[in-house]
């Protein structure tokens, strides 16, 4: 019987000594995951303030877009100019694609990025 009381007794002893081994490998391991977080969001902060900017270049050159057309089928509106805003029109389609496709790099590196840590 005294060795059944031992038994249990050194059972706690141990479980304490088991838990405290762990628990700095969690905080160190809650520490590393913490500092790549940084690194990442450091590493894509400079791609998302570019998309941010590519948003809102793309917000603007449609708000033009959609003038420029609408102010292309105005009746009272002279042939040369209706030519140079056909070709501010030209223009600004390029403009678009190109920051649109500029936006899919963007958004793919990103995506990408965080996913290489998850």
Do not use: F, H, N, Y
């Amino acid at each position: 019987m005294g060795s059944t009381a031992a038994s249990p007794a050194a059972s706690p002893a141990a479980a304490p000594a088991a838990g405290d081994a762990p628990a700095p490998s969690s905080r160190e391991a809650r520490k590393a995951q913490a500092e790549e977080r940084q690194r990442l969001t450091a590493r894509l902060r400079p791609m998302r303030q570019e998309l941010a900017q590519v948003d809102q270049r793309l917000a603007r050159a449609g708000e033009e877009r959609d003038r420029l057309t609408e102010a292309m089928v105005a009746p009272g509106l002279a042939a040369a100019e209706r030519a140079e805003q056909g070709k501010r029109l030209k223009a600004l389609g390029e403009e678009i694609e190109a920051l649109e496709q500029r936006w899919l790099e963007l958004t793919e590196a990103i995506e990408a990025g965080a996913a290489a840590t998850s």
